[in-house]
Each structure stands twice: as C-alpha cells, then as structure tokens.
C-alpha cells in the first residue's frame, strides 16, 4: 500500500509490561504514532530494565520485544508542570491508551470525562486487570493469575498433573489485540459522529470470553472439559500427539475425510470398518485404545518420514521445541524471523508482525530510547523550545 493505513492517528500511551504494548504495537505496526508517556524518575516501562538480556541502558530484549515502531515522551505526570504538558498534548491525540489498575485512570485525569472537553473526539483506551466497574477495580493482576482463575490450568498438562499454565501468556496477548481491534472500531465511529468516548477492555473479561466452546458446554449442559492424555482435543478423535520412532508428531483428524486419509496412509483401511472406531462418536468413546492402535503404527518410521506421507493430505506437524521453532527454515523463508539493526546491537534479530499488506510484511524500527522523542513530539504540538526548556529544568520533561 502507498500509505500505512494508520498513518495520522496519534495514540498516546501509559503502559508497562505486555497486554498494553502488545496491543498498542499493532496499531503502530499499522502506522499509527504511537508515543509512549514514561517518568525518566521511575526508569520509564518497567521493562526497560527486566532482564536477562539488555540492549544497553534503559532498554532490553523484552523491551524491544513489545515496542517497536514507537515513540517515547519522558513527562512525569507527578508535576504540575507535566500534567498540563499532557493534557495540551492529548489535544493532539486521537487515543490515549493506559494499561493501569481500574482506578487510576480516574485520579490520574486519563477518562473521557477529564480530557474529553477539550478534546470531544478524543478516545480514552483503558486496558485492566478486572475492568473500572465493580469491587475489584483496585485490584493489580496479571495474565497468569487470569489463567489460574478461569479455569485454564486444569484444561492445560496431562491428566493427574498438578495445574499448569500455558507456556505463553496468551491472556496479555490476547487482550491487547482485543484492546487495538476496539479501538480501531471506535475509531471508525468518530468519523461517522464526531464523538469519543471511554473504552474498557480487561484481561479477566478476555480470559473468560476465550473458554468459548467448553464454556457454552458448562453452562448449557454442565458438562466439565476435563484435561486429556497427549493434549487430545475434547470432542474430535483422533486429534492428538502420536509416538513417531524418533520423537512426536500432532496430527488432527478433524473430519471423516481425514481419518480415512490417515488410514490410507498407514496401511490401516481395516480399521474404517472396526464398530469401535467407525464412526466420530465411537472413536471418542474408544480413544485410548486407538491411541495404542495407532502409537504402534507411528513407531515404525521416524517424524520426518510420516509428515512426508501426510502433509498435504490432512493436517500434521512436527513437535518442536523453542529453539528448532524459531530456526524453522520455512519462517525465515516467509520472513517472520527477521534482522532488525539496533543500535547496540547490529545483528539483532525479531519476529515480524503476522499481517501483511499487498503481500508485503509491515516495515518494522526499533523501540525508542527512553525520552528520545521529547522535544520533536512536543514541538509538533505546538511547544515552544524556550517551553520545553522550562519543563525540562523543571523536572517535568526528560
């Protein structure tokens, strides 16, 4: 495309670890200037200093994991001086964007309410843990709490293991993406009436809302998903981790297509005609001796071997661990894993966003230094030099 479809929409954003970042570097993946508020005295996002891994001060590999394409502003809101600096520049904005605890946005004047007199279009993006509503709103929280609460550790692990969270924190990642898609879709309606507003997106609402089916199976018929050997999924069989000669292999029969496709391929048309696995419903009931029947089958021949047989006739993929998953040849190939030269580090290499446009993959820079942004963004809006000089000497810029 010409023209990055986000370009000239101003987000600016209070926001620390992952679900806000991650949400809000979408938007600037997309083109949005995404300028990020953070106090110099507190060492700006908090994951400028987590570790293990640093890119030289005040930045990191986590950092620069969740804050690409973006702008950094040093203002301390705790000053007179940088409260007034950020109201005058949120009347430049078209989002503000926090992911704070549900009762800060309110003291901290990041409402509607507070900014959007003078600025009516302006929306006010509030990311939390429990939401701004109800007895909790004071409550911190972070995604693996939200896994612990709705249900996702006993839905995750083999059968008889303590509860396990997922390997990623899917709940973060998740409601960032909600967060940037609502806002996106409340930007669409101030086009058409003029008119902002507060939106409110949170990591335990997110988290409930993803128990989708097994959560419309509770409610409706009261029937527990319950966790399943080999990480089977809960209705279709055969859908699960297989012994391959060397290591594992998923395969996922989804549809009767599929399960004679396997069989085919297994030299096992037999068992299309055995009562116990015939049909999708008796191979559910059946499906730990069809794990044995099919184990013995995989056994024979090595990962590599079976996914030449089955790719592109059902769905199978090896089993990879961290390390062989980013070497994957076919990411490289597809440009998933790409370079990214930062400062510190020429060499440094990042996952690109997912979404292509015009079949090309978004451009990508690195994450800012903290305040590096300062005094260009604030002289866009308006400020004088000899102004941003007094914030600054006042401790208010940085």
Excluded at 49 to 63: E, I, K, N, T, V
């Amino acid at each position: 495309m010409s023209r990055a479809p986000l370009a000239g929409i101003r987000v600016l954003t209070f926001e620390n670890f992952g679900a806000g970042p991650f949400g809000s570097m979408y938007l600037a993946d997309l083109g949005a200037e995404v300028i990020k508020i953070e106090s110099r005295e507190l060492g700006g996002d908090a994951t400028r200093s987590m570790g293990p891994y640093f890119l030289g001060a005040h930045d990191s590999h986590f950092f620069q994991t969740f804050n690409l394409n973006k702008k950094s502003v040093a203002l301390d809101l705790k000053r007179a001086e940088g409260r007034d600096a950020f109201r005058r520049l949120a009347g430049t904005a078209d989002v503000v964007l926090n992911n704070l605890r549900g009762d800060q946005p309110e003291k901290l004047g990041l409402d509607y309410a507070t900014l959007g007199p003078a600025n009516p279009r302006l929306l006010c993006a509030h990311l939390s843990a429990y939401g701004r509503d109800n007895e909790r709103k004071g409550w911190p929280g972070y995604d693996y709490l939200m896994q612990a609460e709705a249900g996702y550790l006993h839905l995750t692990g083999e059968p008889g293991s303590p509860p396990a969270r997922m390997g990623l924190s899917i709940i973060d990642y998740m409601t960032g993406i909600t967060t940037a898609t609502a806002i996106l879709a409340a930007l669409i309606g101030v086009l058409k009436s003029g008119c902002g507003g507060d939106i409110d997106v949170s990591l335990f609402d997110v988290a409930l809302h993803q128990l989708t089916y097994p959560g419309s199976w509770y409610l409706n018929e009261g029937h527990p998903t319950e966790r399943l050997p080999r990480s089977s999924h809960p209705s279709a069989v055969p859908v699960q981790l297989y012994r391959t000669r060397d290591g594992w292999i998923f395969v996922m029969c989804m549809t009767d297509k599929f399960w004679l496709a396997l069989l085919g391929v297994l030299g096992r048309e037999d068992l299309a005609d055995d009562p116990r696995f015939a049909a999708a419903t008796a191979r559910r009931v059946h499906r730990d001796a069809l794990t044995g029947v099919l184990d013995t089958q995989f056994e024979r021949e090595t990962t590599q071997h079976w996914l030449s047989r089955l790719q592109g006739l059902l769905p199978a993929a090896p089993v990879y661990n961290l390390a062989q998953a980013l070497d994957n040849p076919f990411a490289a190939a597809i440009g998933m894993v790409r370079t990214l030269p930062h400062p510190a580090r020429p060499d440094f290499r990042v996952l690109a966003n997912p979404i292509k446009l015009d079949g090309e993959r978004l451009p990508s820079r690195p994450a800012p230094a903290l305040g590096e942004h300062t005094d260009a963004v604030l002289g866009e809006a308006g400020f004088t030099p000899a102004e941003v000089e007094a914030l600054r000497a006042s401790g208010a810029a940085g």
